[in-house]
């Protein structure tokens, strides 16, 4: 009988010991991105003339939000089509060169994750919007899988630590801050939605960023606690952004962090504040 336990806790031991390690593997993948391919041949898109170009870039490395990429691309081109606006969807990167992307007035990083364009492409894109042109991110393109400092500060401006786990989706009420553009003011002023709360080391509106949205941080449980993790137990307080945006250089920045799955995209209220962050981001 004692053999018996023996052999079983053995076994138990090991599962426990096995599904530490699948655990750990998937957290690091997810932090640092799975294996990576560059594509580096320039697509072929014809520009219309009487149209702002927006590209939509849903390429990941990391973890995919699938739901929520697929549910978006039918939203955003009735957005494109209600607004005139030409939309190129893509999740190949060749299209991240100097001559293309100077084209489009708006480049959206659809919950992207990972490393998705290669260093030259970086540094084409940060130029892009140094000299006049809008990148927008949605909820992952916000997680800590990019390794790119310039991303992190003007698109940003806070370094991701974790999003909640006790439960992962939880209902807050969406508070309009005070926007400094009147074009945001017209947004709702309160709305409730249940969302994967991220949660910043620092609050982007110290530095500089202008706030769309905050929820009440003190309002929802923060931690992100799990297996041998016992330091992401904490959140961002009671002045917890989740929509903000800048000028940088002679372009514009705009980050949501909402968005982890389709069901955003059904809420009018997050379809608006989509619409909204690309008029902004399209207007000269």
Do not use: C
């Not at 209902?171 to 005070?178: F, P, R």
């Not at 929802?220 to 041998?228: C, D, H, K, Q, R």
């Not at 009671?238 to 002679?250: E, I, M, R, S």
């Amino acid at each position: 009988m004692k053999k018996i336990i023996k052999i079983v806790l053995g076994v138990i031991v090991g599962l426990v010991v096995l599904l530490s390690a699948v655990a750990g593997i998937f957290i690091y993948k997810v932090k640092n991105g799975f294996p990576v391919s560059y594509e580096t041949e320039a697509p072929q898109i014809t520009f219309p003339t009487d149209k702002p170009a927006i590209l939509l870039f849903s390429k990941t490395t990391g973890f995919r939000h699938g739901a929520s990429i697929d549910a978006s691309k039918p939203v955003i081109a009735d957005l494109a089509k209600k607004n005139n606006w030409y939309l190129y969807e893509t999740e190949e990167g060749g299209v991240f060169n100097a001559q293309q992307l100077a084209k489009f007035s708006v480049v959206v990083f659809n919950n992207s994750t990972g490393e998705v364009i290669n260093d030259e492409q970086k540094r084409v894109l940060e130029q892009y919007v140094e000299n006049g042109g809008s990148l927008m991110g949605i909820h992952g393109a916000g997680d800590d899988s990019h390794h790119w400092d310039w991303y992190e500060k003007h698109l940003l401006g806070a370094k991701f630590s974790h999003h909640p786990l006790d439960p992962q989706f939880q209902m807050a009420d969406i508070l309009l801050d005070t926007p400094k553009d009147s074009l945001f003011s017209t947004l709702v002023p309160k709305w409730s939605n249940s969302d994967e709360w991220y949660v910043f080391f620092e609050n982007p509106r110290k530095k500089g960023f202008n706030i769309v949205y905050t929820i009440n941080g003190e309002s929802i449980n923060p931690s992100g606690n799990m297996l041998f993790v016992s330091t992401k137990n904490f959140g961002m307080g009671k002045d917890h952004p989740v929509a903000w945006y800048k000028q940088t250089g002679k372009g514009k920045t705009f980050y949501t962090s909402m968005g982890h799955n389709e069901t955003a995209w059904q809420n009018t209220n997050f379809v608006k504040l989509i619409e909204t962050a690309l008029q902004w981001s399209a207007k000269k």
